[in-house]
Nanobody, 112 residues
Framework: QVQLVESGGGLVQPGGSLRLSCAASGNTASINRMAWYRQAPGKERELVARVLRSGSTDYADSVKGRFTISRDNAKNTVYLQMNSLKPEDTAVYYC??????WGQGTHVTVSS
């Protein structure tokens, strides 16, 4: 089994930056793909970005050019660097291995 723990959320002003981290433990050798999702109040959970073990990435159109997903396989950690944040980025952000394991989520609030 794999366990995922997110961190790095918080309150930030529009235009600011945050870096989220997702630390994996357990059977990490089985992890290939990793992804970040988010869920805003009253909305469905949506894919933000994903990364393969090789490092290949793809992003939701709404975050392209502002967010960067990366992974450190040696540390079993996936990151989401979020720049030029907007109020509409406010959500709970979750990481997942795309095989059914999810973290507990970390809150991101973008507000002045």
């Amino acid at each position: 089994q794999v366990q995922l723990v997110e961190s790095g959320g918080g309150l930030v002003q529009p235009g600011g930056s945050l870096r989220l981290s997702c630390a994996a433990s357990g059977n990490t050798a089985s992890i290939n793909r990793m992804a970040w999702y988010r869920q805003a109040p009253g909305k469905e959970r949506e894919l933000v970005a994903r990364v393969l073990r090789s490092g290949s990435t793809d992003y939701a159109d709404s975050v392209k050019g502002r967010f960067t997903i990366s992974r450190d396989n040696a540390k079993n950690t996936v990151y989401l660097q979020m720049n030029s944040l907007k109020p509409e980025d406010t959500a709970v952000y979750y990481c997942t291995d795309l095989y059914g394991t999810w973290g507990q989520g970390t809150h991101v609030t973008v507000s002045s």
